[in-house]
Structure formats: structure tokens, C-alpha cells
């Protein structure tokens, strides 16, 4: 069955916006990296994604910070080691389940992180400087419909 006009011409658009996607997904990932690397040299991206996570919100179970974060159990163990041993956070039991780990960011990683933060923020505010405050509500929009519905809608199988 051939495609209607409207048909072609949603199709093209979800390619530039696959495109585009990707290349955001790409800078998203090197500012990770970037981020990591400025907290500690060996620090990998995940690691930062966790640690900014525990600065962002105090301290959390390990199990649960995982599963937001939709990082695997064997990974996140590996990611806590590293960041105990980098003396970024510090690990304890919950009085409450002994099996379960309370993670919480270290005085110096909570320093370090509000430092990449802020020069995150300036790049971003670099970034946007010549978007209208109307331009920046609909984008923000936007994404935020985006991220609801994609969020809503399981990956076929």
C-alpha cells in the first residue's frame, strides 16, 4: 500500500528527529564523561549518573537508586565499590533491613558534583543564551511531553 503524502512527510520527519535525538544522545554522553572525569580521573560516566543522583537527593538505597536509574544489580555493585574506594560515598545498613545499603555522597563528592554542575548550568545558559524565554517554555515543554510518552510506551519486542 503506498504512503499518502502526509504519510511521507511524517515519516521523513521522524527520521530528523531520530537524527537529531541521536546527536543529543551523543553530547549527552560526552558531557557525562566529562562530568566523571572532573570528579575523579577514573570515574566513569555511570558512576557520575549515580553519585549525582545521591547528591541530587541525600542518600538512597542501593537497590532502589538501581532500579530508578535502570542500572543492573551487578553494575551498580561495581559502580558503589568504585565510589567507596574513591572515597565518594560511604556505604551503610539500613537499621531497618541489614541486607539493604544506604548510600550517601561524601562532603567532598557533594563539592565536587555542585562544582561540574555549575559549569554544566553556565554551558547550558552559553547554549541557550539567544533562545527566547517563549522559545525556552515550549522546548522545555516539548521534551517533557516527550519523555512522558516515551516513558509510557514499552519497547516492542
Do not use: C
Not at 108 to 122: G, I
Amino acid at each position: 500500500m503506498p504512503e499518502s503524502p502526509d504519510d511521507a512527510d511524517f515519516t521523513e520527519a521522524i527520521a530528523a528527529v531520530e537524527t537529531q535525538l541521536g546527536t543529543f544522545y551523543r553530547r549527552v554522553r560526552t558531557t557525562w564523561s566529562e562530568s566523571a572525569v572532573a570528579v575523579h580521573p577514573s570515574l566513569q560516566p555511570i558512576g557520575y549518573k549515580i553519585l549525582s543522583a545521591l547528591v541530587q537527593h541525600g542518600t538512597a538505597h542501593a537497590g532502589t537508586l538501581g532500579e530508578q536509574l535502570a542500572v543492573d544489580k551487578s553494575v551498580m555493585s561495581r559502580q558503589v565499590r568504585m565510589l567507596e574506594e574513591f572515597e565518594l560515598l560511604t556505604v551503610g545498613s539500613d537499621p531497618n533491613d541489614g541486607r539493604a545499603r544506604i548510600l550517601t555522597p561524601t562532603s567532598f563528592a557533594v563539592e565536587r558534583v555542585t562544582e561540574v554542575r555549575a559549569r554544566n548550568r553556565h554551558r547550558l545558559h552559553a547554549v541557550l543564551r539567544d533562545w527566547t524565554p517563549e522559545e525556552l517554555r515550549v522546548f522545555s515543554g516539548l521534551l517533557g511531553r516527550f519523555g512522558a510518552v516515551a516513558e509510557a510506551v514499552a519497547p516492542e519486542s
